[in-house]
């Protein structure tokens, strides 16, 4: 529902719907401010409030739903007559906005507010709090939009969901302690995880000789598999260059940016074998 009414305990009613621009996304450290703009109607005065909520978000849907962050007024509102704007302000971290990239899969999402209304009764004289859900659809362009103005990195580096394959645990295993051992930037010893957790993709792939016999093709006449098998074996070479130091490779510096299209391209292998054998 995109229209929510609050029954107040002095008899009138307060009408929440979301404003005609609702989402803003601005940047702050390490995520997104996010701004979300309702409109808040009352048929007869109820004094000054303070909206608050808690946010969660789900896909078009409404599957999946999740705690997205807490958002707070900025400030007291009266909502009289033709209603009244407020902005409700929340912090949405990078892991967040990533997650919520992985939850939509390109598509819509559905934000659901469980809005709280701070407020003070006369009789008896004391603080009150009155409550209730308001469901807003977001579309997959303003959503991309308003992350795109956020961080151009935000929607470039892909959260790639990790499969639970027994017999891929290992290589799972290695990805994650690859990814911690980058957020902590070391680069080479999180290359050397990425290495290891390749390998059961190489050895998938070089089962039909793919690589061998792709090479010797001209590169626009190579089939799918081909190229994916050339891509991996380019993969494991990259990731060799951090784990050994020959005459060739020990004059080799990576970049962090360079170790995060790495494991972001073994974590894609992997999951794409684990869908490929299932």
């Known amino acids: 529902m995109t229209m929510t009414t609050i029954n107040l305990d002095n008899g009138t009613t307060l009408e929440l719907e979301p404003a005609r621009h609702l989402l803003?996304?601005?940047?702050?450290?390490?995520?997104?401010?996010?701004?979300?703009?309702?409109?808040a109607i009352a048929a007869a005065p109820v004094g000054r409030v303070v909206l608050a909520a808690a946010v969660y978000v789900a896909d078009s849907t409404q599957m999946g739903r999740?705690?997205?962050?807490?958002?707070?007024?900025?400030?007291?509102?009266?909502p009289v007559g033709r209603?009244?704007?407020?902005?409700?302000q929340g912090?949405?971290?990078?892991?967040?906005?990533?997650?919520?990239?992985?939850?939509?899969?390109?598509?819509?999402?559905?934000?659901?507010?469980?809005?709280?209304v701070h407020g003070v009764m006369a009789d008896p004289l004391g603080p009150v709090v009155w409550s209730g859900q308001l469901n807003i659809p977001?579309?997959?362009?303003?959503?991309?939009?308003?992350?795109?103005?956020?961080?151009?990195?935000?929607?470039?580096e892909i959260l790639v969901g990790m499969p639970d394959d027994p017999q891929l645990v290992g290589a799972v295993d290695r990805l994650r302690e690859a990814r911690h051992l980058l957020r902590t930037n070391q680069i080479v010893s999180a290359l050397e995880a990425a290495r290891?957790?390749?390998?059961?993709?190489?050895?998938?792939?070089r089962e039909g000789n793919l690589a061998s016999t792709a090479l010797k093709k001209n590169a626009k006449e190579r089939e799918l598999p081909e190229r994916f098998a050339v891509?991996?074996?380019?993969?494991?070479?990259?990731?060799?260059?951090?784990?050994?130091?020959?005459?060739?490779?020990?004059?080799?510096r990576?970049?962090?940016?360079?170790a995060d299209a790495l494991l972001v391209s073994v974590a894609g292998l992997v999951k794409r074998l684990a869908v490929t054998h299932a």
């Open 66 to 78: 999740r705690f997205l962050c807490r958002a707070l007024a900025r400030s007291h509102v009266v």
């Open 196 to 205: 290891k957790a390749v390998e059961p993709v190489l050895e998938a792939a």
């Open 83 to 88: 209603g009244a704007e407020v902005v409700l």
């Open 138 to 156: 977001v579309s997959a362009g303003e959503w991309s939009t308003q992350v795109e103005n956020v961080d151009g990195g935000t929607v470039v």
């Open 231 to 252: 891509m991996i074996e380019a993969v494991y070479s990259l990731l060799s260059g951090a784990a050994h130091d020959d005459a060739v490779t020990e004059g080799f």
């Open 24 to 39: 803003r996304m601005t940047p702050a450290v390490g995520g997104a401010n996010l701004e979300l703009t309702i409109r």
């Open 91 to 116: 912090l949405i971290s990078s892991e967040q906005l990533r997650a919520v990239e992985e939850l939509r899969a390109g598509g819509n999402l559905t934000l659901g507010l469980e809005v709280e």
């Open 254 to 258: 990576y970049t962090r940016a360079e």
